[in-house]
């Protein structure tokens, strides 16, 4: 081993880092709020007793989950300007893809928080009242996004890490950064290495966070 | 528009080798990742501060760190490094099982974490030393109970292991995408290797819940 | 000479304190129930007698040998001998889920008391068969009710032929129709002279099977006395306070 380090590109380079994080960054935020709103949508769908409204979104979960998100993010990237005759940028599919695969994810997340919601608050909820939507809105939602929240977390990072595929369909993200510089100053280890660290520097904190909320979750449901 | 899956037959062949390498990577990386993962819960569970932090260190960095960049490092770096010639499956394999290792320790360990402290009390009623307690009580207790996430593991790995497409390496992926620019038909070529993977992981998620299903019961004494 | 000599016990979980010099004896032919409120240290006072826990002070001796000699941060001697003449009945089961009930009563004698498996294997069944549970000697303890379970447990305890058995709570998580299978069980035992320390919250059990019952609170003796004295004629105000909560409880 008799490599010798030179940081003086990665250093020089380092804005052009930034800016990929930034854009990894907004991925993530934006798969994150389609993640969380249509998760949550698919998650009470699938409470439904219409077999026409179960099937369809059972599909749905089922095949997100199944496949390599690589596939979801170039199958969308190839067709479906082709399917719909839409053409929107890069980002933009990066950003659709990403959020339905985190979506299916979080659904299943919801589902097995409702679960655990005790019978009795329907009960209760009927007794006092409420309307169906109501009861969606001011019991349950709450009560599963707090059951949920770890796992949402968990799985909110996982799309900032998953994220970096978008690099494969160009879009300039960290990920998309980091190679271009890697090979145009022929200094892979540095850049690499430096990649590495600041995508960790961002989620390492974070999955910490997660067993802090497990923690305080748990002794708040257990009343 | 017109979609015609018809040509797809004519490829087959390509995509029945694909897939043998996709799935040769991933056995592979199951394989590989649970004698390391192993080793890595011992050190994530030892007594010596050193080994465990760099343990941990290792653990925490592969589950922070996106794949894909991992992947690239071991591809582009590792041979650098240590300046010696690598092919690029030796890479890829070295990659999925570094990975694939970090999170099989982290079944195990958990496994091991689960079982509750009462049985050690039991075992000291029973006056067993602590060698048998640690191989006939504790670790067969802490594989059934980790079996699940093993099972859940292979699971990640292969969908994971699409990426190794990223660095030319001819797996289901790889070539899909290579058949789909050649006939510039996407659409086809890329929902048949969407329903491929689909196939081999759908069922693989539903053994999972299965599984788990079945050992809680055991387990759960 | 007493059979147990418990002498200036002192326990203590970090800055709690559980007992504080605490004593007691216990004859060989006895069956000492311990009685108390909840938190009083009951079961840990069997989990003192089982070396389970580390103790700060006092000693306990078991018929002619020094068992353990307490000592502050973690040096405690514990004679690992006469710890193995102890046998200890858990309130949740503890059987080993992944073995079946032959297997758990085999593990020990075979793996650390180098008795053959035939032998063992044979004195399981004849165990099994005494507590009327033959037929299950191939079954998983996921297979089996509690009452089962616990029973089990407490043949897992006897194939070691303890001098003195421990039963901590053995039928607190149990159905109220299963709790009876298990109290016969623990009065047959006593019938056929096994001594015994028993926390339970049944005062009626305690009433039958025990020679002597240890009513304790906050890490003391408060008064100890065959069952028909203790409960017929409480000679503290705090034993019948505590009596008459609880049998105003039970109905």
């Given at each position: 081993m008799n490599y010798e380090f030179n940081w003086f590109y990665v250093k020089k380079a380092l804005p052009q880092l930034m800016d990929g994080l930034m854009v990894t960054l907004q991925l993530t935020l934006w798969a994150n709020i389609i993640g969380l709103v249509l998760g949550f949508i698919v998650a009470i769908g699938m409470l439904s007793k219409i077999r026409m409204i179960v099937w369809p979104l059972t599909a749905y979960i089922e095949f997100f989950r199944c496949t390599p998100a690589l596939i979801q993010l170039v199958w969308f990237f190839f067709c479906v300007p082709i399917l719909f005759n839409v053409w929107w940028s890069a980002e933009f599919m990066g950003m659709l893809a990403l959020g339905l695969n985190l979506a299916a994810f979080n659904a299943e997340a919801y589902r097995a928080a409702i679960q655990a919601i005790p019978h009795a608050h329907t009960d209760a909820s009927t007794a006092l009242g409420l309307n169906v939507l109501q009861r969606i809105i001011y019991v349950i939602l709450p009560q599963a996004l707090i059951l949920a929240l770890p796992v949402l977390i968990t799985n909110g990072i996982g799309i900032f890490q998953q994220s970096a595929l978008v690099a494969l369909i160009s879009v300039q993200d960290l990920m998309y950064e980091g190679r271009y510089i890697a090979t145009q100053t022929f200094r892979p280890i540095e850049t690499l290495t430096t990649v590495a660290l600041i995508y960790f520097a961002v989620s390492f904190p974070v999955s910490q966070a997660v067993t802090l909320v497990e923690r305080r979750t748990k002794r708040l449901l257990a009343s | 528009m017109e979609l015609d899956f018809s040509f797809l037959l004519e490829y087959s062949g390509v995509l029945w080798r694909g897939l043998l390498t996709t799935l040769q990577f991933v056995g592979l990386a199951v394989v590989l990742g649970l004698i390391w993962g192993f080793i890595l819960s011992m050190g994530r569970t030892s007594k010596n501060l050193f080994i465990y932090w760099i343990s941990t260190l290792y653990v925490e960095f592969f589950r922070g760190t996106p794949v894909l960049v991992q992947l690239f490092w071991i591809f582009f770096c590792l041979p650098l490094f240590l300046g010696v010639d690598m092919s690029g499956f030796t890479s890829a394999v070295i990659a999925l099982s570094l990975y694939s290792g970090a999170i099989t320790s982290e079944s195990f360990r958990a496994a091991l974490k689960s079982i509750e402290a009462s049985q050690f009390d039991a075992c000291t009623a029973l006056g067993l030393p602590n060698g048998v307690r640690t191989i006939f009580v504790i670790l067969p207790q802490a594989v059934l109970r980790a079996v699940p996430n093993l099972l859940s593991n292979v699971v990640s790995l292969f969908k994971e292991s699409a990426l190794v497409s990223a660095v030319g390496m001819a797996d289901l992926m790889y070539v899909g995408q290579n058949i789909a620019n050649n006939v510039a038909r996407p659409i086809e070529i890329l929902s048949a290797v969407a329903i491929i993977y689909f196939c081999i992981g759908f069922p693989l998620t539903r053994a999972v819940s299965m599984v788990e299903g079945r050992l809680l019961k055991v387990v759960k004494a | 000479m007493a059979f147990v000599e418990i002498d200036g016990l002192i326990k203590r979980y970090g800055t709690l304190s559980i007992f504080e010099g605490f004593d007691l004896n216990m004859g060989s032919t006895d069956r000492l129930v311990l009685i108390g409120p909840s938190g009083c240290g009951k079961s840990t006072l069997l989990r003192c007698m089982m070396g389970l826990e580390d103790i700060a002070g006092g000693t306990i001796r078991l018929g002619d040998d020094d068992y353990i000699d307490g000592a502050p941060n973690g040096k405690m001697k514990l004679n690992r001998q006469v710890q193995k003449e102890v046998g200890m009945v858990f309130q949740h089961y503890t059987l080993f889920p992944h073995l079946s009930v032959l297997g758990n009563l085999c593990l020990a004698p075979v793996r650390s008391r180098g008795i053959k498996k035939s032998e063992a294997r044979d004195k399981a069944l004849g165990l099994l068969e005494r507590f009327g549970l033959a037929d299950r000697a191939n079954f998983y303890p996921s297979q089996l009710s509690g009452g089962q379970k616990q029973r089990v447990a407490i043949a897992r305890a006897l194939m070691l032929d303890p001098k003195l058995m421990l039963f901590d709570?053995?039928?607190?998580?149990?159905d109220p129709e299963l709790v009876v299978e298990v109290e016969n069980t623990m009065m047959e035992l006593a019938e056929a002279g096994m001594p015994m320390m028993i926390v339970t919250h049944d005062m009626h059990f305690a009433r039958n099977i025990a020679t002597q019952v240890v009513f304790q609170e906050r890490g003391k003796v408060i008064e100890a006395a065959p069952p028909k004295d203790l409960f017929g004629n409480p000679q503290q105000d705090r034993t019948r306070d505590f009596l008459r909560n609880v049998l105003h409880i039970e109905g």
């Open positions: - | - | 709570e053995v039928t607190s998580a149990l």
